[in-house]
């Protein structure tokens, strides 16, 4: 969409409580191609605005009941308006009023009687002005998107689950409630690529990342490709029996897809293994705690034949020195 395109387009708010100035603002900015729309008063303007979000608000300064100062500064309450400028057209000239009206949020203003050359330019450089601004704002939300996403799986990558465990781990930790992580890995993997290709691997760990996805209903909950073929889940709040009920409804979901593995030794269809851990971390500890204990609760999972999940357990120091060996 070209500037022309967005000014044409473009909704522009007129407050005022002369019906007169009203009508010479409104045929301007018309005849410049603009949309408008008038309020007779800041609560009117309030209202409009609610209803019909415009693109910039002309608002006269000195108006009775709710004066344009009032009506910007309830205007920059808005979440809404933070892309919205405010021009102010004031009778005032002194430099008290001047600052008030930059006080209050007002980004210009023009002073009566309008200079309508000058009001033209300034409606038409304070749009552009903020459609440049959403244009760099929702660019760099999808710079961020990237650089926290996989590109393969399109779920969240190992950099944000980082991120977000460190986040949950020091948020659980002030209000002392449990933390759960769910690390999974497709069972024999390497079988699975060296047999069927790995175009089809990674067509296979798109279809169990989705798998995993679908699983995992709350908002809070993080799903991430953690590595190669591992997955994990960050659950905050979650007990130990929630997160192991949900490890093995993740499981039977990647079962359901029933992708053929000839070469699997546990099934005939791709599988994985997960590890749960659950722990209420402590304050200045570290949540690479709570990895270490997922990632030997799968290796447990796996030592006892795959295609499960198990919540760890401590273990003794010969199982960890078979582990280590695995």
């Not at 209803?51 to 108006?63: E, F, G």
């Not at 992580?181 to 690529?193: P, T």
């Not at 989705?210 to 190669?228: E, F, H, N, S």
């Not at 960050?234 to 093995?248: F, K, N, Q, V, Y």
Request: hydrophobic share 40%; proline share 4%; glycine share 4%.
């Amino acid at each position: 969409m070209n500037n022309t395109v967005r000014q044409e387009q473009s909704l522009i708010l007129i407050v005022d409580d002369e019906p007169f100035i009203r009508a010479q603002l409104r045929l301007s900015l018309q005849y410049e191609g603009y949309r408008t729309v008038e309020a007779q008063d800041g609560r009117e303007a309030l209202s409009v605005f609610h209803q019909l979000q415009p693109d910039i608000v002309l608002l006269d300064a000195i108006m009775p009941d709710m004066d344009g100062f009032e009506c910007c500064t309830r205007l920059q309450l808005l979440d809404s308006t933070r892309h919205t400028p405010v021009l102010m057209i004031t009778g005032l000239e002194d430099k008290e009023s001047v600052d008030r009206a930059f006080e209050v949020g007002a980004v210009d203003y023009v002073t009566k009687p309008i200079h309508w050359p000058v009001l033209r330019q300034r409606v038409k450089r304070l749009i552009q002005q903020s459609y440049l601004q959403q244009k760099l704002e929702a660019a760099n939300r999808e710079l961020q998107r990237l650089v926290t996403i996989d590109e393969l799986t399109q779920i969240a990558n190992r950099r944000r689950f980082e991120e977000y465990c460190l986040q949950e781990w020091q948020c659980m930790a002030r209000e002392q409630l449990p933390l759960s992580l769910i690390l999974c890995d497709v069972d024999f993997f390497k079988e699975y690529n060296d047999t069927y290709g790995h175009r089809a691997g990674d067509h296979c760990l798109q279809m169990v990342a989705k798998a995993i996805q679908d699983t995992v209903k709350r908002p809070a909950d993080l799903v991430a490709r953690y590595g190669g073929e591992e997955f994990a889940v960050i659950l905050p709040r979650t007990e130990s029996d929630g997160a192991l009920h949900l490890a093995e409804s993740i499981c039977q979901s990647v079962r359901n897809l029933m992708v053929p593995h000839s070469r699997s030794q546990v099934n005939i269809c791709v599988t994985i293994s997960a590890g749960v851990a659950t722990t209420i971390p402590q304050p200045n500890s570290d949540f690479q705690e709570i990895i270490d204990e997922a990632d030997r609760a799968l290796y447990q999972a796996k030592i006892a034949g795959r295609d499960r999940c198990q919540k760890y357990d401590k273990i003794p120091s010969s199982t960890v020195d078979l582990w280590k060996e695995w």
